[in-house]
């Protein structure tokens, strides 16, 4: 008979008394001898020098503040700023990924630069050619180097939108100051003119250039306000748009305000932005309603300029009728456009030769002796010719299809933009000597390029 143990309740060995007399098992220590494979390990992160940064953000103020630098005086701080980034750009290792829109940024360059650099050489008047060129060389130089920055700084392209919105804050004072006591640079107004001198121009050259600036602000405010997180930050970025369109009002630009209207409304539509659905919406018709509106108050109607009262479509058609019109100007001039395309036998008449090609060749329309083209697509057309314009679309045609294909956010800024500078492309007397521009188009480039790693 086989005697059975029995452990009373009080005998039983603890969990714990139990866990200490089972053997100590450490780990063995790592084989020294394995290494990890080096194209698994973490690429360390690198510090870009802050001069890069400060650079970015410092273009679109730069390019606000004009050829004046405080304290240095005519020294022309945006060129500068686009040389140093462009050399700086070159410590930059090459883009890794393949990226057909950055092959046609490059091509485009290309084709620019050396069709611009033998029309000079033709040109009627070869200093204004020159003149010209320099100004179209630096902002290419600008668009390569933050194109190839931004594809190894991610948030280069946050650095450029900052830097918008902070020469918001720079011209903005002086613009206030204008309007509240009626005086203004001397950059732009002369002490004999009095026509104009209710209209702001800040640290433009004339109000129309103010106006087409605001609205590339008022695209990088979208950016911003679609990249927003927090309410307050999104209330204040519809309170800075409120600010630009307001000041677009007053510079008296009509075909920006028009395209203001256009880049909301669109944005809203595309976008489908929950807080902007109510607020952006209402502030667009209430300026449309002022603007068209068949009553308006008298105490609100005389703080508008003249010609943003007269902004009726009855009066833009009886504009373009009439022969003295500012709109039948902008016509007359497109004809001239055209026709010089035609005279120069499609090669164009030469970088910044309008003017003195319409003084040299006397083309059959009364353009009421002005000698700008007041036209994006009559500038490019009539100076550069048809390759470079067909050239030039055909980049267009390119950055739509990323666009459109994308599904980043960037989209509806994009299509916003596009659209509305549609109207303004008319509304300055020149585009391609403007700084501003050159600065927008580096933004824009930026924003198709963060479009395009989201294509399918």
């Given at each position: 008979m086989s005697e059975r143990k029995t452990r009373m309740p009080g005998n039983e060995p603890s969990d714990v008394a139990s866990r200490s007399m089972r053997p100590c098992t450490s780990p063995s220590p790592p084989n020294r001898s394995t290494r990890v494979p080096k194209n698994i390990l973490p690429k360390p992160k690198t510090?870009?020098?802050?001069?890069?940064?400060?650079?970015?953000?410092?273009?679109?103020?730069?390019?606000?503040?004009?050829?004046?630098?405080?304290?240095?005086?005519?020294?022309?701080?945006?060129?500068?700023?686009?040389?140093?980034?462009?050399?700086?750009?070159?410590?930059?290792?090459?883009?890794?990924?393949?990226?057909?829109?950055?092959?046609?940024?490059?091509?485009l360059s290309i084709l620019w630069m050396l069709i611009g650099t033998i029309l000079?050489?033709?040109?009627?008047?070869?200093?204004?050619?020159?003149?010209?060129?320099?100004?179209?060389?630096?902002?290419?130089?600008?668009?390569?180097?933050?194109?190839?920055?931004a594809a190894a700084e991610p948030r280069a392209l946050d650095w450029l939108i900052g830097g918008w919105i902070g020469s918001l804050f720079v011209t903005t004072p002086i613009a206030i100051w204008e309007l509240t006591t009626g005086q203004h640079l001397p950059n732009y107004y002369r002490a004999t003119s009095s026509i104009a001198s209710g209209l702001p121009a800040a640290t433009f050259f004339n109000p129309n250039a103010y106006a087409i600036y605001l609205l590339a602000v008022q695209v990088a405010l979208l950016w911003h306000y679609s990249q927003s997180r927090t309410t307050r930050g999104r209330v204040l970025t519809i309170a800075?748009?409120?600010?630009?369109?307001?000041?677009?009002?007053?510079?008296?630009?009509?075909?920006?305000?028009?395209?203001?209207?256009?880049?909301?409304?669109?944005?809203?539509?595309?976008?489908?932005?929950?807080?902007?659905?109510?607020?952006?919406?209402?502030?667009?018709?209430?300026?449309?309603?002022?603007?068209?509106?068949?009553?308006?108050?008298?105490?609100?109607?005389?703080?508008?300029?003249?010609?943003?009262?007269?902004?009726?479509?009855?009066?833009?058609?009886?504009?373009?009728?009439?022969?003295?019109?500012?709109?039948?100007?902008?016509?007359?001039?497109?004809?001239?456009?055209?026709?010089?395309?035609?005279?120069?036998?499609?090669?164009?008449?030469?970088?910044?030769?309008?003017?003195?090609?319409?003084?040299?060749?006397?083309?059959?329309?009364?353009?009421?002796?002005?000698?700008?083209?007041?036209?994006?697509?009559?500038?490019?057309?009539?100076?550069?010719?048809?390759?470079?314009?067909?050239g030039f679309l055909s980049y267009i045609a390119a950055a739509a299809r990323v666009v459109f294909r994308s599904n980043s956010p960037t989209k509806p800024v994009l299509i916003s933009a596009f659209l509305a500078y549609i109207p303004a492309s008319?509304?300055?007397?020149?585009?391609?000597?403007?700084?501003?521009?050159?600065?927008?188009?580096?933004?824009l480039v930026l924003l198709i390029s963060k479009a395009e790693l989201r294509t399918p």
């Open positions: 510090r870009r020098p802050a001069i890069t940064t400060t650079l970015v953000f410092l273009i679109p103020i730069m390019a606000a503040v004009g050829p004046q630098l405080p304290g240095l005086g005519p020294l022309f701080g945006f060129r500068i700023g686009a040389l140093l980034l462009g050399a700086i750009s070159l410590t930059y290792p090459p883009p890794s990924h393949g990226s057909p829109f950055r092959t046609h940024t490059l091509t000079s050489a033709l040109a009627i008047d070869t200093s204004a050619a020159s003149r010209t060129m320099l100004a179209v060389v630096t902002g290419i130089i600008l668009i390569l180097a933050t194109q190839r920055i800075a748009s409120a600010l630009c369109g307001f000041l677009i009002v007053m510079t008296s630009s009509r075909l920006c305000v028009i395209g203001f209207c256009i880049l909301i409304l669109t944005y809203v539509l595309v976008s489908r932005a929950r807080l902007s659905r109510v607020f952006l919406p209402v502030a667009v018709l209430s300026v449309l309603g002022w603007m068209y509106g068949p009553v308006v108050a008298d105490a609100a109607i005389d703080l508008v300029p003249l010609d943003v009262q007269n902004a009726s479509f009855q009066v833009l058609a009886q504009e373009l009728q009439e022969s003295d019109g500012s709109g039948a100007r902008r016509v007359e001039l497109n004809k001239t456009s055209v026709w010089l395309v035609w005279a120069s036998g499609g090669i164009g008449v030469g970088p910044g030769n309008f003017g003195a090609a319409v003084l040299a060749l006397d083309p059959p329309y009364n353009t009421g002796a002005i000698l700008s083209p007041h036209s994006f697509i009559g500038e490019l057309l009539s100076e550069f010719g048809i390759l470079l314009f067909a008319f509304a300055n007397s020149g585009y391609l000597t403007s700084s501003t521009m050159w600065a927008l188009a580096a933004t």
